[in-house]
């Protein structure tokens, strides 16, 4: 083989070495570029769940506050009507518990659209042991009032007694809940400002 085809032949490697390590450095970069840009998505949604999550504990918290003074008086206005109950007879319902439905309806729909959105595992584990709380209490409370609600139904009007005394009940224990979960939500209030932050900056 002579010397020119010998550098032809080198040339032609180098060439061919070269075109390859052009595609692969191609294919890195749009990978590269790919990742970045599917990084800034979920760092856009994560930003607006977060900002969706603020919004809903607020809310809610919100709805706790406008609650409990009428479950306060609501429980105490069940008892005087057992009390008249039990000395009369007579089976008055109290005008204070009209004005309004017994419980607060809390939102959940923003943290299920997290979870649906996959952005949890993107939110520190502080922040979402506090959301979890929250929203787990918020479930135990439905359930509390969809127990009341049952047990309401089930009750014989004939029994004023026992009527008045589930209704008092009913209110304390929602009135209970609210004050438990109010903090909770302090808290997860807090965790979700302190994550948007750094963002907002």
């Known amino acids: 083989m002579t010397g020119s085809a010998r550098n032809e032949r080198r040339g032609g490697l180098g060439r061919s070495l070269f075109e390859m390590a052009l595609v692969v ?30 919004q809903e504990l607020a809310a809610n918290r919100a709805a706790i506050d406008e609650a409990l003074p009428f479950q306060d008086r609501s429980s105490q206005a069940f008892r005087d009507a057992l009390e008249r109950y039990e000395a009369t007879k007579e089976f008055v ?36 042991l506090k959301l979890s709380r929250v929203y787990a209490e918020q479930d135990a409370y439905a359930d509390l009032q969809r127990n009341y609600a049952s047990a309401t139904l089930q009750v014989d009007f004939a029994d004023g007694a026992r009527y008045f005394r589930l209704l008092s009940n009913e209110y304390a224990q929602l009135a209970e ?25």
């Open 25 to 54: 450095i191609s294919v890195l970069l749009a990978l590269t570029v790919d990742n970045w840009r599917d990084d800034q998505q979920k760092a856009t949604l994560t930003t607006s769940v977060l900002g969706a999550l603020a």
């Open 93 to 128: 319902f109290p005008e204070e518990a009209r004005s309004r439905s017994a419980a607060v309806r809390f939102s959940s729909a923003a943290y299920e659209s997290a979870v649906i959105a996959q952005v949890l595992p993107r939110i520190k584990v502080d922040t979402l």
């Open 177 to 201: 809940a609210e004050r438990r979960i109010a903090p909770l939500i302090d808290a997860a209030r807090e965790a979700v400002a302190q994550e948007l932050a750094p963002i907002q900056r």
